[in-house]
Nanobody
């Protein structure tokens, strides 16, 4: 059974950087798409980024393109989200999620069924 354990997050000033980690256990991520999602207070959940198995393809939400980078370390069975040039509007609870990959040429920012516990990211001066 796939379990996702998140780490990272915290507080940072605008313009700063943070890295989130999502470590999988129970199965290998080599068959799974993995995504990062976020939900700010009073807002709907938003897809941030996703990656196909072995880092073949990535997809980003428009609000984070050029600032966030998703990557995978297959040896560690872990996916990362590097967040640069952070803005106050990036403040949210961030969740990693995964689902069995159907098409290695693309991943979608919705519909994933296994979720991590969430971690808070606060961007404030």
């Amino acid at each position: 059974q796939l379990q996702l354990v998140q780490s990272g997050g915290g507080s940072v000033q605008p313009g700063g950087s943070l890295t989130l980690s999502c470590a999988a256990s129970g199965v290998s991520l080599e068959d799974y798409d993995v995504g990062w999602f976020r939900q700010a207070p009073g807002k709907e959940r938003e897809g941030v980024a996703c990656i196909t198995p072995n880092g073949g393809t990535t997809n980003y939400g428009n609000s984070v393109k050029g600032r966030f980078t998703i990557s995978e370390d297959s040896a560690k069975n872990t996916v990362y989200l590097q967040m640069d040039s952070l803005k106050p509007e990036d403040t949210a609870i961030y969740y990693c999620a995964a689902d069995f990959s159907i098409d290695s040429s693309k991943c979608m920012l919705y519909g994933m069924r296994s979720w991590g516990e969430g971690t808070l990211v606060t961007v404030s001066s």
